[in-house]
């Protein structure tokens, strides 16, 4: 019989190997607890901002998203009380450049915009219907199409029809009961929307499936945070700096770093850690800018225009 000698390096590296504690499973749901309002800054961002968009019909912004090729481009919604309508604005100077009346969506409560770029190189804008102040909805809903082209249009900020192409609609509720919910996103990963509720003392995330059933979905409970009165949210892949989630209430901002193959179950189990911010009246509107940065856009304070403040990355 011959005997093969396997050398030391190797056999040592199966040893470690065999004997390394395998990585447990993320329990669902999660509940993580930490001094959420108490937690550091982060001293990677700086404000270096405010713009006013001097524009009376965007009374209520209740979510954001960054415009594609328009630096400083904002695509921005009303709270309850308007159409279905969606507004481009210069997130820098404030000016409103295009107001878009939408066919085809109805408007009973409209708190969050998202976006996601899908395999196909093609960009969808998803409007969150979920506001539910004293949660006695039936059912709310998203609205999902591709991001209009906004180019050779006018952009002096008049009104234009648009009927969204590749609309898709979830009508869904949520497994215990109805909820009020206020932040969305979308998973760049697997486009999954996912949606923070605000009511509750410590506020849940759910998500969605991907693509909507035709029928009435049921959000999964994914898990809770140690704070209250989330307004909005975002995630996108920005180059270099992984998909990292940025999440705001009233009077905080908080970021959670995520990797380019990090779920977000595995980010947002993590503890966040808090971004500069200037408090706004009734802040309802946050969007990561197409250079890495953020920004925050205010309802009217007191009939006044709203004011859009920007943050930049060091």
């Known amino acids: 019989m011959t005997w093969t000698k396997t050398p ?3 056999f040592m590296l199966m040893l470690v190997l065999a004997c390394r504690p395998r990585e447990k499973p993320i329990e669902l749901p999660f509940h993580v607890d930490y001094g959420a309002y108490g937690l550091d800054f982060s001293s990677d961002f700086y404000a270096t901002g405010i713009g006013s968009t001097g524009a009376t019909d965007i009374f209520e912004a209740s979510g954001g998203v960054a415009v594609s090729g328009m630096p400083q481009g904002l695509w921005t919604i009303n709270d309850s009380g308007d159409s279905s309508n969606i507004y481009l604005i210069n997130a820098l100077t404030g000016k409103t450049l295009l107001r878009m009346a939408l066919s ?10 998202a976006h996601h770029t899908d395999s196909t190189g093609q960009r969808w804008l998803v409007v969150a219907d979920m506001g539910d102040n004293n949660a006695m909805r039936s059912s709310v809903q998203l609205y999902a199409f591709h991001e209009p082209t906004w180019s050779g249009l006018d952009t002096t900020g008049g009104w234009t029809n648009h009927v969204p192409l590749g609309l898709k609609i979830w009508d869904f509720v949520y497994p215990g009961g ?4 206020e ?11 996912c949606i923070i509720t605000k009511r509750e003392a410590r506020n849940e995330l759910h998500m969605l499936p991907a693509s909507p059933s035709g029928g009435v979905d049921s959000t999964t409970f994914i898990g809770s945070f140690p704070f209250s009165s989330s307004t909005a949210a ?5 180059a270099g700096h992984g998909m990292p989630i940025i999440v705001k209430s009233y009077q905080h901002i908080w970021l959670w770093e995520r990797s380019d193959d990090m779920s977000v179950v595995e980010a947002m ?5 808090r971004l500069p911010y200037t ?21 009217s304070p007191m009939g006044m225009p709203a004011q859009v403040w920007v943050y930049d990355r060091k």
Not at 104 to 113: N, T
Not at 234 to 238: E, R, T, Y
């Open 269 to 273: 189990i993590k503890t966040p850690v």
């Open 183 to 193: 932040a969305l996103f979308v998973d760049p990963l697997t486009g999954q929307p």
């Open 234 to 238: 975002d995630c996108a892949a920005l």
């Open 8 to 10: 030391i390096f190797l």
């Open 279 to 299: 408090q706004e009246s009734q802040g309802e509107a946050l969007w990561w800018t197409l250079d890495g940065g953020y920004a925050t856009l205010s309802e």
């Open 104 to 113: 085809g969506l109805s408007a009973v409560d409209w708190e969050d915009m």
């Open 178 to 181: 109805a909820r009020d919910a």
